[in-house]
């Protein structure tokens, strides 16, 4: 037993463990977010590119332009949040949930959203070219305008829960 506090050493100083970031740090590409809680933060045109973000809460948090490409997103909770305009291209949100959610104009193309869940809400505009949307719940989810997972179709005004 007395090679244990050595290995554990040995992986230390090799870089083996990872490092997580603090969920007080600044918004940043690549930040470590899993897990804190960040509602009504204020991250406005923020570059949050290859962020983690899982399981993370940012519940009524302001994201319109932000650049969230290649996030890591799954379980996270964007209840409420303003992702106007947003970058979200080639991200994973297994799971997470956008419920009332603004997200007009915002660029979901290739996103993983399987389990997503966006009840009521404002998909507007959005393009969702090559989106997973296996198991996505978009009960009541305004969908005007919006392209669809194919990229050519667009969704006819007034298409709730279904693109027409």
């Given at each position: 037993m007395p090679a244990l506090p050595a290995l554990v050493a040995a992986l230390l100083l090799a870089g083996a463990v990872p490092a997580f970031a603090s969920c007080s740090d600044p918004a940043a590409p690549g930040v470590d977010w899993r897990r804190c809680l960040l509602d009504r933060r204020d991250f406005t045109g923020a570059d949050l590119t290859r962020a983690i973000?899982?399981?993370?809460?940012?519940?009524?948090?302001?994201?319109?332009?932000?650049?969230?490409?290649?996030?890591?997103?799954?379980?996270?909770?964007?209840?409420?949040?303003?992702?106007?305009?947003?970058?979200?291209?080639?991200?994973?949100?297994?799971?997470?949930?956008?419920?009332?959610?603004?997200?007009?104009?915002?660029?979901?193309?290739?996103?993983?959203?399987?389990?997503?869940?966006?009840?009521?809400?404002?998909?507007?505009?959005?393009?969702l070219t090559g989106a997973n949307l296996a198991g996505v719940d978009l009960n009541g989810a305004e969908l005007g305008g919006a392209r669809w997972i194919d990229g050519t179709r667009t969704c006819a005004e007034g298409s709730v829960g279904v693109c027409q």
């Open positions: 973000l899982r399981d993370a809460s940012l519940q009524r948090a302001e994201l319109a332009g932000a650049k969230l490409v290649e996030v890591d997103g799954s379980d996270a909770r964007f209840v409420s949040a303003n992702l106007r305009e947003a970058d979200l291209s080639r991200a994973t949100f297994r799971s997470a949930d956008f419920t009332r959610a603004d997200l007009r104009g915002a660029i979901l193309r290739e996103a993983d959203l399987r389990r997503a869940r966006f009840f009521r809400a404002d998909l507007r505009g959005a393009d």
